[in-house]
């Protein structure tokens, strides 16, 4: 497939897919989401693939959903639209990268907002550059109740999750070490480096060991309420949309919408 958002390369046993919207801080635009799950679905479908690498080109992994396209493209969506649009791009996708059954590393560096702590949350791992940080201001940007999946608690604790949401500040990359969030902090030019020497390193386990060890934690997750709680969730933040806080936000004319927009940028 040719891909305009993203770019798709392999390495052996690994593939990497990369946000490659570098102008735009790597915002995910529709097509960067749509391209983000066929190469995904590409690299899960290819026999000689046995870890999947999610990274950015540039200085940021992501600065969250696109919301000025958005705001331009999809300007007045009925709660119908707007559910149906969320759960496709937002909670679906999500729950696919989590649910593959090959281990998965995002690589993170610079800023990692909103919907780019999204994805990089559901996956497997996380290597973070020590320049990254963490942060999901939408509370105070948009007055919605966090971003589609609230992860936040299962990946930094109640605690931390209320501090990151209540007050949208960002979190360093050592920080979320501290919590248990991500699982390395390397310097900024060893971040390539050191992700691959990871993903080629589970690649020496056999794949069928990798899949059903990968299962057995999802499912401990699962009996502890995981996917009940995203799902719970999901029906809250869409609620969010309806109240008077996100309207003063989201509403008015064009120039209103891009402001907020860019509130949540970089």
Partial sequence: MTFENIIYETDGPVAIILHNRPAKRNAQSMELLDEVDSAFDQAVADCD????????????????????????????????????????????????????????????????IAGGFMLANVCDMVVASRDAFFSDPVCHS??????????????????????????????????????GMINRVVEPEAL?????????????????????????????MDIQGFRASLEAHFD???LSHASEAFKERTSGNKNASIKTARDIKV
């Fill in 236 to 238: 809250t933040h869409q």
């Fill in 49 to 112: 693939i046995k870890v999947i690498v999610i990274g950015a080109v540039g200085d940021h992994f992501s600065a969250g959903h696109d919301v000025i396209a958005a705001a331009n493209a999809r300007p007045k969506l009925t709660v119908e639209e707007r559910w149906a649009h969320e759960e496709r791009l937002y909670f679906q996708q999500s729950l696919k990268v989590w649910d593959c059954p090959k281990p998965t590393i995002a690589s993170v560096q610079g800023a990692c």
């Fill in 192 to 220: 390539e480096q050191e992700t691959m020497a990871l993903a080629h390193h589970i690649a020496k386990a056999p794949e069928f060991t990798l899949r059903i060890v990968k299962r057995s934690i999802n499912r401990a």
């Fill in 142 to 179: 948009l007055g919605a109740a966090g971003v589609e999946l609230l992860l936040h608690p299962w990946v930094a604790g109640s605690r931390q999750a209320k501090d990151m949401l209540f007050t949208g500040r960002r979190v360093s990359a050592e920080e979320a070490y501290t919590w």
